[in-house]
């Protein structure tokens, strides 16, 4: 046991944990920050938003799972509060720290307070207030183990004084924990014998399974897993956006993404599956395309550490409650040899969609339109991307095109992606660049994400971190066409482009001001050539690709053709 000040305990114990940054807006534990320079190694990052600093941490915490650590003082409690809402969606383990209410100020209208505690309560798996220094330990311990255990999430300490002063000034008697990295998955839970065996027999006797990988196999390592699964079955495999890289898209048995963001071949097939496997996903409304893909009264086998989620939304749900790489080296092992010929037509006829889908969206692939269309620059990207590139997608169209056209096949490439906050991609790539210095980081966003936390570009350039970060700047934010065009009587019309367009700027040259290298793109020829620039450059490099302001992203559900072709087949 030591006398430690609050600083001191939180700079020491942070580091213990493996924190290697903290992300903040100033004025906050100040005397936290100069412990943390004089005995850690850990950066400090100063951002230009508070949402921007949640989301750094939020794109560190899923770029290696270990929680990242964002900070401000009660004045911008508020404005931290609102960006852990995407690292709650996106089941990303985040501790926020933030200054609170003096006792003697509580009620006295003091300048610029508020009770901003309660905003936290619906954005975080736990949130807890510090009045006094010696209960820093156990609730500092308790943060990291909610944000790491069982399904990861943000959580919340609000330590007391506007700037966090009275906790980190005031002394304790502690003892500092022995270096050991927090990081999901915190603890492993082993699946139930019996609820195996039901899942075993259940896909044994399916003659038309799909598995879909999702999150929960990225966070628990077990993308190997759930591929052995697939060629065990000879089942179709799909991902959800956020499992996108537990599965090499080069792979037979690939189908890619059903529902909302989605490659529309991925839907036919889950729609005409007779067993969807859900593993490590919330079967929400984005992957089922609102629970019509596959209809609430498929029979489903659902594999989540989460009891909570099995049977959520299919009633007729086969449970299977563990950590998704146990629960899948269970399976394995209950299965047995499988004869993955008596399903043979049904890879064919999966295979047939997917091959009836690249033939329909060819011509936009190998368009070589200028402006480019976006189907050219994300399927060329997929050939372009370093191999050990980790792509950070924002949320909208970003996450569309991502969805459908992006493939990553090298398995040293990884995906993660905004949960529905657009303009996260930027910070959040900073955050996992800085996280991840042996990745090359690749931001996808479009200009209506930039320009949420534009300043970042300045913080990029201050720390000179070499990510790279392609716009698809269509000048507008277009993903807005297909909702003002019913508002506005079915035919765009009057002002409408008040609503969505926006004035042609070059982001190439304005990155240049913020001290970013930029590179225009103007045609499809030159975007190889900007990232193999890219990737030499040591710091980092903005990519501005103009394409075709009249390009939307395609929708996911079947057509009345597919439906009379489902019912055919079956």
């Known amino acids: 046991m030591a006398s430690l000040t609050g600083g001191q305990y939180l700079a020491r114990t942070l580091d213990a944990y493996g924190v290697s940054a903290v992300f903040l807006v100033p004025t906050t534990l100040s005397a936290m920050l100069v412990d943390m320079e004089r005995e850690t190694s850990i950066t400090r990052v100063v951002t ?9 941490a939020d794109g560190y915490a899923r770029a290696t799972g270990r929680p990242g650590v964002c900070m401000a003082q009660n004045i911008g409690a508020a404005n931290l509060a609102a960006g852990l809402r ?99 998955p915190a603890n492993r839970i082993a699946p139930h014998p019996q609820a195996i ?80 496997f859900y593993v490590g996903s919330q079967t929400g409304s984005q992957l089922t395309l609102t629970w019509q893909v596959p209809p609430t009264s498929t ?84 050939r372009l991307l370093p191999d050990n590139a980790l792509v950070v997608a924002d949320t909208g169209h970003a996450g569309m095109w991502t969805a459908a056209f992006l493939d990553l096949s090298k398995p040293d490439q990884g995906f993660i992606r905004a949960a529905g906050s657009l303009g996260w991609g930027l910070p959040a790539g900073i955050g996992a660049q800085i996280a991840r210095p042996d990745a090359q980081v690749v931001v996808f966003t479009g200009d209506g994400g930039l320009y949420y936390h534009l300043s970042e570009l300045e913080s990029a350039a201050r720390l000179n971190v070499p990510l790279t970060i392609v716009v698809n700047n269509n000048r507008s934010l277009n993903q807005e066409i297909n909702p003002y065009t019913v508002a506005y009587g079915g035919k765009l019309t009057g002002r409408h482009h008040e609503l969505w367009h926006f004035t042609d700027i070059n982001l190439a040259a304005l990155a240049e ?21 890219a990737v030499e450059i040591n710091g980092p490099v903005l990519i501005d690709v103009t394409s075709d302001i009249e390009a939307v992203a395609p929708k996911g559900m079947a057509t009345p053709a597919d439906d009379a072709a489902r019912s055919a087949h079956k």
């Not at 001001?513 to 620039?533: D, F, H, N, Y």
């Open 48 to 56: 230009h938003g508070e949402k921007a600093a949640a989301y750094m």
């Open 86 to 184: 995407d690292a709650y969606l996106g089941c990303s383990p985040v501790v926020a720290l933030t200054g609170g209410p003096y006792e003697w100020s509580r009620g006295r209208n003091y300048y610029q307070e508020i009770e901003d505690f309660p905003l936290f309560k619906p954005v975080t798996k736990s949130s807890r207030q510090v009045m006094d220094a010696s209960r820093l330990p156990d609730q500092l311990d308790q943060a990291f183990r909610d944000a790491t255990v069982g399904k990861p999430g943000p959580t919340h300490l609000e330590l007391a004084g506007h700037t966090g002063d009275i906790i980190e000034n005031e002394t304790l008697i502690a003892t500092v924990p022995q270096p050991q990295i927090r990081q999901t």
């Open 197 to 276: 065996s039901d899942a075993a027999t259940a896909l044994r006797s399916a003659s038309r399974p799909v598995i879909v990988s999702g999150g929960g196999v990225r966070v628990s390592g077990a993308g190997e897993l759930v591929v052995a699964l697939a060629e065990r079955l000879g089942a179709p495999i799909a991902t959800s956006l956020n499992g996108k890289d537990t599965v090499p898209a080069d792979h037979p048995l690939a189908i890619g993404i059903p529902g909302l963001y989605t490659r529309a071949s991925a839907n036919q097939v889950v729609l005409e599956a007779d067993l969807v």
């Open 513 to 533: 001001s913020l001290g970013v290298t930029g590179i225009r793109v103007t045609k499809p020829s030159m975007l190889e050539s900007a990232l193999a620039r």
């Open 299 to 382: 029979r489903v086998v659902h594999l989540d550490i989460e009891p909570r989620e099995i049977g959520r939304h299919y009633p007729n749900s086969i449970g299977v409650v563990a950590d998704a790489r146990l629960g899948l080296a269970a399976l394995l092992d209950a299965l047995g040899p499988v004869d993955s010929s008596r399903i043979t037509p049904w890879r064919e006829r999966a295979r047939e969609l997917g091959s009836r889908w690249s033939a329909e969206v060819s011509p936009l692939v190998n368009s070589e339109a200028s402006p480019l269309r976006p189907e050219r620059l994300t399927s060329d990207l997929s």
